[in-house]
């Protein structure tokens, strides 16, 4: 178990981040059955990006309410790992895990119907358009840089922190559980749950957020360049 999980930070915090999660959720749900589509070119556009960051700063600012008075590298797991090699390698064995996981998740998808969880998502362009490369670069930085921090931060960071004194399986799955509910996603929930557990995983094993950060970029990065390249 992580060494620094035996500090109970008080069930008023824990409570209000998951008010807070539980709130990301109930949002992107919310949008889902209204019927909200979305656009084609999400990604070759500046205002996607300028959107993503301000609701990323948003959560950045709530999460450091909620742990304000604690000590923010404890709290979120703002270290390095014992072995940076042992940690790449347990990131590489999740990333790994994480891909046969929606390989298995697509094949049985299709037993039901032509049902894809990336597509449901619709943050992936369908090619490259050389005319709104600036557009693109920005959306890929946010993408691979900004999103996976500040989701790091939320979920394997400071949720997890507050679940630990309650039991290392029962914060993985719970963080887990709430980082693919926050997307607001019906089809692709169980990978995006998957993915999440999987994370939360690595981010105990390492004792370290940085390296759960690393994958998930190099996740959303690998994604956004087979989009636009085409292969695969």
Known sequence: MDGHAVTTYGRGRLIAW??????LALLGYAARLGNTETPDDIAYRYSSSIAAVVQYALMV???LLIARGLPRRQIFALRRPASWPRAIGLAVLALVT?????????RALSAFGDWSPTDEQGLVPDGWDSSR????????????LVAPAVEELTYRGLGLSLILPYGTPLAI??????FGAAHGLIVAL???AFFGIVVGWLRVRTDSI???????????????????????
């Open 18 to 23: 998951l008010a807070f999660v539980g709130l």
């Open 61 to 63: 600012g709530v999460l």
């Open 98 to 106: 994480i891909y046969l996981g929606a390989i298995i998740y697509d």
């Open 133 to 144: 490369a600036g557009a693109f670069i920005a959306f890929f930085l946010v993408v691979t």
């Open 173 to 178: 799955i719970v963080t887990g559980l709430l």
């Open 190 to 192: 169980p990978i995006l």
């Open 210 to 232: 940085y390296p759960p950060m690393l994958l998930h970029a190099t996740f959303n990065g690998t994604a956004l360049l087979v989009s636009v390249t085409g292969v695969g």
